[in-house]
């Protein structure tokens, strides 16, 4: 059965750090790309970070580039995004998904998480 489980979300002030994790089981995680998606309420799902099967590769959205980070841990299954410098503009449900292509369009994701959420106050 597969899982993926998003954790460290929270409340946190404009300029402030926050470290989501990814946890995952029931497929071979090594094999997939992972991605980090976000959604504000009236907002578009937006594909934040993604991350090819063994960290060599990462892709940003311009909105978050040079302030968040993706890596991975493949030992432990283990997907993170490290959020720094966060604004408002970053308040939202956080998402994990794995893929086998490579891209951030939603239709390209086989497996989702329930989410996080990510709430930045100014």
């Known amino acids: 059965q597969v899982q993926v489980v998003e954790s460290g979300g929270g409340l946190v002030q404009a300029g402030g750090s926050l470290r989501l994790t990814c946890t995952a089981s029931?497929?071979?995680?090594?094999?997939?790309?992972m991605a980090w998606f976000r959604q504000a309420p009236g907002k578009e799902h937006e594909g934040v970070s993604l991350?090819?099967?063994?960290?060599?590769?990462?892709s940003y959205s311009d909105s978050v580039k040079g302030r968040f980070t993706i890596f991975r841990d493949n030992a432990k299954n283990t997907l993170y995004l490290q959020m720094n410098s966060l604004k408002p503009e970053d308040t939202g449900m956080y998402y994990c998904?794995?893929?086998?292509?490579?891209?951030?369009?939603?239709?390209?994701?086989?497996?989702w998480g329930q989410g996080t959420q990510v709430t930045v106050t100014v």
């Open positions: 991350i090819s099967t063994r960290g060599s590769t990462t």
């Open positions: 029931g497929f071979p995680f090594d094999a997939y790309n």
């Open positions: 998904a794995a893929t086998r292509s490579w891209g951030l369009q939603d239709s390209l994701y086989n497996y």
